[in-house]
């Protein structure tokens, strides 16, 4: 399977980066030139700088509306690399990392997943976003439902990765991104490297497709992982991996439509019973009723891992969240502009006209 990642802004080209560092084919956006210095495994010829015209080369300081006005403007110079260093064959699926909250990477990935969409449509276009920390106040709360509202409409899934779930109090924010920004690749890579390997029962690209083809609504990823000579119930730990501790995001799970399990540990391990008890009860429980699943004996593994993927969640607390926030603010703000209006209409009516007091 061939997964071509594009990490777009500061917080998706650090991202990449990684996917890089592990060996996947990455690329990187940004309207900053520093931050794309700043990278340390793409290479050089893998890093586009946009929007040099309009910024020059100083990044758009969060500002989705500028971050989208540079990657409409040099798009055509964008789709030639990415057709240069990519070519048209065989992409299975894009994976688009970005962060919500920001500027180039909010405001630029629904314009390039539009382009790709257009220009590669037998790929699957998938955004990988980092929801904001609440902390950060108002306006990437702001930026993330812009965001959310233009890229539901055009990719295939959204896998949103909630920094506030995955931040740990007390944490040093950089400290913090950075050890989230390894926990998604982990997560990513580990899930794609159980793709296409043979086996009896193994995962392959096309259900890995058909799970995540979901009409532009939200996905997650989950896992559990436990030594092997400690697990007391194996269908305890996949069902863990399922719920809202093993996940990336706070959804209903029940609201999901598809689901992927993959399960690797030593084979004496992996007892058949138990895993399809948690799948049942995994299937019953999700509204679409399908999940796909792979089974991966190795017996050089001493750990059972869990690899899961829940796709077409239409309920998400998180999402909610900061949909309902910026809708708010917005209606707020609109209204004390309404009021300040009239208030200044007021005070400034009856006002004479001075031409006749300075003749
Ligand atoms: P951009 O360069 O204008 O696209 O903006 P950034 O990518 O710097 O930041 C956008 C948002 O992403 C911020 O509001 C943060 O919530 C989040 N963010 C920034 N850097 C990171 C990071 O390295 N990892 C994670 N998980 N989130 C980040």
Known sequence: ??????????????????????????????????????????????????????????????????????????????????????????????????????????????????????????????????????????RPTINAAITIDKLSKIVDSIIAIDNNKLKESGEDISQAYERINYAIVERIASLLALIDVPGEQTLDASDLKFVLRAMGSFATVGYAKADASKVKSLSRLIVRSFENEGLYLDVNIESALYGLVAIHGPPEALKANEIFEALNELTERIRGKQIFRGFYPDPREREVEVVTLLSGIYESKSIEEIVVTAKRYAQEFMKAKEEGEIKKRQLLSGLPDFDDIYP
């Not at 894009?94 to 962060?99: A, H, I, P, R, V």
């Open 1 to 138: 399977m061939r997964a071509i990642i594009i990490g777009v802004g500061q917080c998706g080209t650090k991202i990449a980066d990684i996917f890089s560092l592990v060996d996947f084919e990455a690329l990187a956006i940004n309207t900053s030139r520093g931050d794309l210095e700043y990278l340390k495994h793409i290479p050089q010829d893998r890093r586009i700088l946009i929007g040099e015209s309009i910024v020059g080369g100083k990044g758009v300081n969060a500002n989705p509306v500028l971050g989208r006005e540079a990657m409409k403007r040099d798009l055509p110079m964008v789709m030639r690399k990415i057709r240069s260093l990519v070519g048209y064959e065989d992409v299975d699926i894009f994976f688009l990392t970005f962060g919500f909250g920001g500027g180039t990477g909010a405001g630029g990935t629904p314009v390039l997943a539009e382009a790709l969409k257009e220009e590669y449509p037998d790929s699957l276009v998938v955004a990988i976003g980092a929801l904001p920390l609440k902390e950060e106040g108002i």
